[in-house]
């Protein structure tokens, strides 16, 4: 769910990358860069 940068974000907007990432399956991913700033970095 997209939310407005002054809210604060919830364990399910980001769980699900977080899942991905620690899958077997992402093996390949050695460097990754993740932004869960809500956008207040960009």
């Given at each position: 769910m997209l939310r407005h940068s002054a809210e604060q974000g919830?364990?399910?907007d980001i769980g699900g990358v977080?899942?991905?990432l620690c899958s077997p399956e992402m093996g390949w991913v050695i460097t990754q860069r993740i932004e869960a700033s809500g956008g207040m970095l960009l």
């Open positions: 919830e364990a399910d977080v899942a991905a």
